[in-house]
C-alpha cells in the first residue's frame, strides 16, 4: 500500500499570501489530521477530519482552516501568512474511526513551508 | 501546558546495548500512548504503542512500558542498531480532553534524539 503523500514537499511564501497544501491518506484511511512542526513548540495539532467533516480542532488562529474531500483526501489552508507560520506541516491518516479508541496514525513526509 | 514531557533531550548509546527513552504525562484522561521515530526532512514513523490497560507491549527488538500510577512510560530498544539513530517521540491520545471529544489527536513530546555509535 503506498503510504500517505503530501504536496508540495517544499514551498516558500511571503507574508501576506496564503498557502494550501495538500495530503493524500493511505488507501481506506478515512480520519486525516494535520500537525505543525516548529523547532519551538514542536508538534502540534492543527484539527482533524472523517467523512468530510472537522471533528476536531487546535489551538491556531482562524486563519488555519482544511477541508476533506469525499476521497478522503484533505487540504489545509493558510491565510494571510505571518513569518512565524514557518514550520513543517504534517498529515496523518488513521485507519480507524477515532471516535472509538486507539489511534494509531501513519504520517506523510511533510511540507516544509517558509515564510519571508 | 506541557502534558506530555520527554525530559532528556539526547541519549548516546552503544551498538548492541540497550537504549532506554522515558516520557512523562500530566493528563490522566490519556489512554493510548505510542512512540515514533523520526528522520530529518521526514515524517514521523510509528514504531509501536500500548493501551492504558496493559503494562508492557513488545514488537521485535522494541518494548514499551507503562506506569500509570506513576504517569511514566518507556521505550526499550534492544539490542541498539546505529539505524535507529532517530529522533525519538513520545504522544498520547484520549477520549475527551477539555475541549470535549479528542478525535484524530496526538499530543507529543518534544522528542529526544538517539545516536547509536558502532
Known amino acids: 500500500k503506498a503510504g500517505v503523500t503530501q504536496t508540495p514537499r517544499y514551498l516558500i511564501k511571503t507574508r501576506g499570501q496564503q498557502v494550501t497544501l495538500s495530503c493524500s491518506p493511505i488507501?481506506?484511511?478515512?480520519?486525516v489530521s494535520w500537525y505543525q512542526q516548529t523547532p519551538g513548540q514542536g508538534l502540534q495539532f492543527l484539527f482533524e477530519?472523517?467523512?468530510?467533516?472537522?471533528?476536531n480542532k487546535g489551538n491556531f488562529p482562524g486563519r488555519f482552516s482544511g477541508r476533506q474531500f469525499s476521497n478522503s483526501r484533505s487540504e489545509m489552508n493558510v491565510s494571510t501568512l505571518e513569518l512565524g507560520d514557518s514550520a513543517l506541516y504534517l498529515c496523518a491518516s488513521s485507519p480507524r474511526d477515532s471516535g472509538r479508541t486507539y489511534n494509531e496514525q501513519f504520517f506523510g513526509p511533510g511540507t516544509r513551508l517558509t515564510v519571508l | 501546558d506541557q502534558q506530555v514531557k520527554q525530559n532528556s533531550p539526547s541519549l548516546s548509546v552503544q551498538e548492541g546495548r540497550i537504549s532506554i527513552l522515558n516520557c512523562d504525562y500530566t493528563n490522566s484522561m490519556f489512554d493510548y500512548f505510542l512512540w515514533y521515530k523520526k528522520y530529518p526532512a521526514e515524517g514521523p514513523t510509528f514504531l509501536i504503542s500500548i493501551s492504558s490497560i496493559k503494562d508492557k507491549n513488545e514488537d521485535g527488538r522494541f518494548t514499551v512500558f507503562l506506569n500509570k500510577s506513576a504517569k511514566h512510560l518507556s521505550l526499550h530498544i534492544v539490542p541498539s542498531q546505529p539505524g535507529d539513530s532517530a529522533v525519538y517521540f513520545c504522544?498520547?491520545?484520549?477520549?475527551?480532553?477539555?475541549?470535549?471529544?479528542?478525535?484524530?489527536?496526538?499530543?507529543f513530546g518534544q522528542g529526544t534524539i538517539l545516536t547509536v555509535h558502532p
Open positions: 477530519y472523517f467523512s468530510e467533516t472537522q471533528r
Open positions: 504522544a498520547a491520545s484520549a477520549k475527551w480532553d477539555a475541549g470535549g471529544t479528542s478525535y484524530g489527536k496526538l499530543t
Open positions: 488507501s481506506g484511511h478515512r480520519s
